[in-house]
């Protein structure tokens, strides 16, 4: 079968950001799965594991009233600001953007194809709306965070806050660690670090191919508040927001670290907290399954005219 | 034609401190970050005046390159400043992606440029910088001459919008232009006119071109000297005149041949105007200590490398290649 074999729809919805009932972002977290999929099979290579991983994250930060933006003024000057370190996850990111109403949905269909501005890493040069920065060298993305961090609280005084999202895998680089080390100096309290803790890199489990724990302690060591939270429980994870924008509020004068507690894949039982589905995308077979599983109205194999 | 005298000595890493000062009162927006070496490169002007607008980053000169990338999307004209073997080999990933690719405003001052660093030895002395910067995409890179061009060369480079990199160096060296000597981000400055053979440097090595087209002199060869002190984008075209005219060319730089500015002539005339070219520079080797001045003479870096240069390059010229030979260059090697 061939990609072009499946009936490849993308559902129109688009989702407004506030408070909701952890429920309402069981739909929400789907349809982000649903388009990941679609995505990655129609792009035929990409990064499957680590978006299906972040969806649940991406929901409540985007959809859930945390992260402040305007999707019809993308560079709105009082916007929160939302870096993806891990910028192989960046098929999360699309969906989430196209979801919110920063660009048309039907652009998703372009991923990783000449021209698109949804380059197979972020690349702000393409000026897709809602994209901060270019990432993909692994740790830079949390440096430019602390940058933004600083500017906000320490030049311009504001209330702004910066997101970033680093991988596990990804705090094996050493840069990472002056990042967090900056962010604990200049007590950036306006800053949100989240961890993708999944376990799972290309080459294996985190823990067997460099360990990076205990990870709690070490933030802790820095100087940041550390929480934890099952990255897939919607109520956790509002927790967890909630109590950054609080101690943000409080002025703390500390950074927050959220050890998000993933599975890489999940959402599709046979990707699930497998590290071979780091970098590859499904087969049109795979993904006609997960689509199924992921109760795609639209999903189905259709004739194509050889020639 | 700027006629030149000796003004004194100072360090080119005199006139980045200075400049950044001047952009600090025209700019509100200006931050500097240091990378615990600030009065070694002189940033420390800037911190004792504009102590809100810079930040301490420690030795982290990959975290510091990364964070001026989050201040220049949030509006502000970040400078970082290290020795050039630092902010242009440690942090090159965080140059290319972050900075280059990100294509956003942040600049950087590589200190310690060149082998005139002198008893701090091979590990401090950038030779290789150039070539790094140079490939970058988006990048703007400039050499000046001396401490008045570098002061402007500073102003300059926060005045234009873009990710730019300004390269100076520790010793004291020649000090010869003013205030009124022409300087634009961009453009070669023909420093002595001649048609003989035209002599294209940067940095401190202008200055030695400047006295070898005086000996050349002394044996009536008038040697036309281009200070090409902007890199990336070169002059092309003042570059191309002087070839077509002079139908000789040296290039003289404080650097690695391979890659450097000399490296960057020939890429230009290769393809608009091929004529024979003499590279004057760093031969693939590392530096060591000793004194600046002793240093540069045991690499090769004077005026009369310089002078050597341009006689075998006219010879070039005038006999084809068959004339290389009769030249001694004890230096020689490629």
């Given at each position: 079968?061939?990609?072009?074999?499946?009936?490849?729809?993308?559902?129109?919805?688009?989702?407004?950001?506030?408070?909701?009932?952890?429920?309402?972002?069981?739909?929400?977290?789907?349809?982000?799965?649903?388009?990941?999929?679609?995505?990655?099979?129609?792009?035929?290579?990409?990064?499957?594991?680590?978006?299906?991983?972040?969806?649940?994250?991406?929901?409540?930060?985007?959809?859930?009233?945390?992260?402040?933006?305007?999707?019809?003024?993308?560079?709105?000057?009082?916007?929160?600001?939302?870096?993806?370190?891990?910028?192989?996850?960046?098929?999360?990111?699309?969906?989430?953007?196209?979801?919110?109403?920063?660009?048309?949905?039907?652009?998703?269909?372009?991923?990783?194809?000449?021209?698109?501005?949804?380059?197979?890493?972020?690349?702000?040069?393409?000026?897709?709306?809602?994209?901060?920065?270019?990432?993909?060298?692994?740790?830079?993305?949390?440096?430019?965070?602390?940058?933004?961090?600083?500017?906000?609280?320490?030049?311009?005084?504001?209330?702004?806050?910066?997101?970033?999202?680093?991988?596990?895998?990804?705090?094996?680089?050493?840069?990472?660690?002056?990042?967090?080390?900056?962010?604990?100096?200049?007590?950036?309290?306006?800053?949100?670090?989240?961890?993708?803790?999944?376990?799972?890199?290309?080459?294996?489990?985190?823990?067997?191919?460099?360990?990076?724990?205990?990870?709690?302690?070490?933030?802790?060591?820095?100087?940041?508040?550390?929480?934890?939270?099952?990255?897939?429980?919607?109520?956790?994870?509002?927790?967890?927001?909630?109590?950054?924008?609080?101690?943000?509020?409080?002025?703390?004068?500390?950074?927050?670290?959220?050890?998000?507690?993933?599975?890489?894949?999940?959402?599709?039982?046979?990707?699930?907290?497998?590290?071979?589905?780091?970098?590859?995308?499904?087969?049109?077979?795979?993904?006609?399954?997960?689509?199924?599983?992921?109760?795609?109205?639209?999903?189905?194999?259709?004739?194509?005219?050889?020639? | 034609?700027?006629?030149?005298?000796?003004?004194?000595h100072?360090?080119?890493?005199?006139?980045?401190?200075?400049?950044?000062?001047?952009?600090?009162?025209?700019?509100?927006?200006?931050?500097?970050?240091?990378?615990?070496?600030?009065?070694?490169?002189?940033?420390?002007?800037?911190?004792?005046?504009?102590?809100?607008?810079?930040?301490?980053?420690?030795?982290?000169?990959?975290?510091?390159?990364?964070?001026?990338?989050?201040?220049?999307?949030?509006?502000?004209?970040?400078?970082?400043?290290?020795?050039?073997?630092?902010?242009?080999?440690?942090?090159?990933?965080?140059?290319?992606?972050?900075?280059?690719?990100?294509?956003?405003?942040?600049?950087?001052?590589?200190?310690?440029a060149g082998i005139s660093v002198g008893p701090?030895?091979?590990?401090?002395q950038?030779l290789?910088?150039?070539?790094?910067?140079?490939?970058?995409?988006?990048?703007?890179?400039?050499?000046?001459?001396?401490?008045?061009?570098?002061?402007?060369?500073?102003?300059?480079?926060?005045?234009?919008?873009?990710?730019?990199?300004?390269?100076?160096g520790r010793a004291n060296v020649p000090?010869?232009?003013?205030?009124?000597?022409?300087?634009?981000?961009?453009?070669?400055?023909?420093?002595?006119?001649?048609?003989?053979?035209?002599?294209?440097a940067?940095g401190a090595m202008v200055w030695q071109a400047?006295l070898a087209?005086?000996?050349?002199?002394?044996?009536?060869?008038?040697?036309?000297?281009?200070?090409?002190?902007?890199?990336?984008?070169?002059?092309?075209?003042?570059?191309?005149?002087?070839?077509?005219?002079?139908?000789?060319?040296?290039?003289a730089e404080e650097h690695?041949?391979?890659?450097?500015?000399?490296?960057?002539?020939?890429?230009?005339?290769?393809?608009?105007?091929?004529?024979?070219?003499?590279?004057v520079g760093v031969?693939?080797?590392?530096g060591g200590s000793g004194d600046p001045e002793e240093l540069m003479e045991k690499f090769g870096l004077t005026w009369k490398e310089i002078?050597?240069?341009?006689?075998?390059?006219?010879?070039?010229?005038?006999?084809?290649?068959?004339?290389?030979?009769?030249?001694?260059?004890?230096y020689?090697?490629?």
């Open positions: 079968m061939k990609a072009e074999n499946l009936r490849i729809v993308f559902s129109p919805t688009v989702y407004e950001n506030r408070r909701r009932h952890p429920e309402e972002f069981v739909e929400i977290a789907r349809e982000i799965r649903r388009d990941i999929i679609k995505m990655l099979v129609l792009a035929g290579s990409g990064h499957s594991g680590g978006p299906l991983g972040t969806a649940d994250i991406h929901a409540v930060l985007f959809f859930g009233g945390y992260l402040r933006y305007r999707p019809k003024d993308p560079w709105w000057s009082g916007r929160d600001r939302y870096v993806l370190s891990a910028g192989h996850l960046c098929p999360v990111l699309y969906s989430t953007l196209a979801r919110a109403g920063f660009f048309p949905i039907e652009e998703l269909r372009t991923l990783r194809k000449y021209g698109s501005r949804l380059q197979g890493h972020p690349g702000r040069d393409m000026g897709l709306p809602g994209i901060e920065t270019s990432t993909a060298s692994l740790g830079q993305g949390i440096s430019i965070a602390v940058g933004m961090a600083l500017s906000d609280k320490w030049l311009d005084k504001n209330d702004r806050r910066v997101f970033a999202l680093t991988g596990d895998g990804e705090l094996q680089e050493g840069s990472v660690w002056e990042a967090a080390m900056a962010a604990a100096h200049y007590r950036l309290d306006n800053l949100c670090w989240i961890v993708d803790n999944n376990d799972c890199q290309i080459d294996g489990r985190v823990h067997d191919v460099m360990s990076i724990y205990p990870l709690d302690k070490k933030f802790e060591a820095f100087g940041f508040t550390v929480l934890h939270c099952d990255g897939h429980n919607y109520a956790e994870l509002m927790a967890c927001f909630d109590q950054f924008l609080e101690n943000h509020r409080r002025g703390i004068g500390k950074p927050t670290a959220i050890i998000a507690h993933t599975k890489m894949g999940r959402g599709v039982s046979f990707m699930e907290d497998d590290y071979r589905w780091h970098g590859k995308p499904p087969t049109p077979e795979q993904a006609l399954r997960a689509l199924q599983e992921l109760e795609d109205p639209y999903i189905a194999v259709v004739e194509t005219t050889e020639t | 034609m700027p006629e030149f005298q000796l003004l004194g100072r360090p080119t890493r005199q006139g980045f401190g200075e400049g950044l000062v001047v952009l600090g009162e025209r700019y509100d927006n200006v931050v500097v970050l240091g990378g615990d070496i600030t009065e070694s490169v002189m940033t420390s002007f800037f911190r004792d005046r504009f102590p809100d607008r810079f930040f301490s980053i420690g030795v982290a000169e990959q975290n510091a390159t990364t964070i001026a990338v989050g201040l220049a999307l949030s509006g502000k004209i970040p400078f970082f400043a290290s020795y050039g073997t630092f902010c242009a080999f440690r942090n090159a990933d965080q140059l290319r992606i972050s900075v280059c690719y990100n294509n956003v405003n942040v600049k950087i001052g590589g200190g310690h701090d030895g091979a590990t401090h950038a290789e910088d150039i070539a790094i910067i140079r490939s970058l995409p988006n990048m703007t890179l400039v050499v000046p001459c001396d401490y008045m061009e570098t002061k402007k060369a500073t102003i300059a480079i926060g005045e234009i919008w873009g990710p730019a990199y300004v390269r100076f000090w010869f232009t003013t205030e009124e000597t022409p300087f634009r981000l961009g453009r070669a400055e023909v420093f002595r006119d001649g048609s003989d053979v035209a002599i294209i940067c400047l087209a005086d000996m050349l002199a002394k044996r009536g060869i008038r040697a036309r000297v281009i200070n090409n002190h902007t890199i990336k984008p070169m002059d092309i075209e003042t570059i191309v005149t002087a070839a077509r005219e002079c139908g000789a060319v040296v290039t690695q041949i391979h890659g450097g500015m000399g490296s960057a002539v020939a890429e230009v005339l290769a393809k608009n105007c091929p004529v024979p070219i003499e590279l031969r693939d080797t590392f002078y050597t240069a341009a006689l075998i390059a006219m010879e070039r010229r005038d006999k084809g290649s068959a004339g290389v030979r009769r030249v001694t260059d004890p020689r090697t490629h």
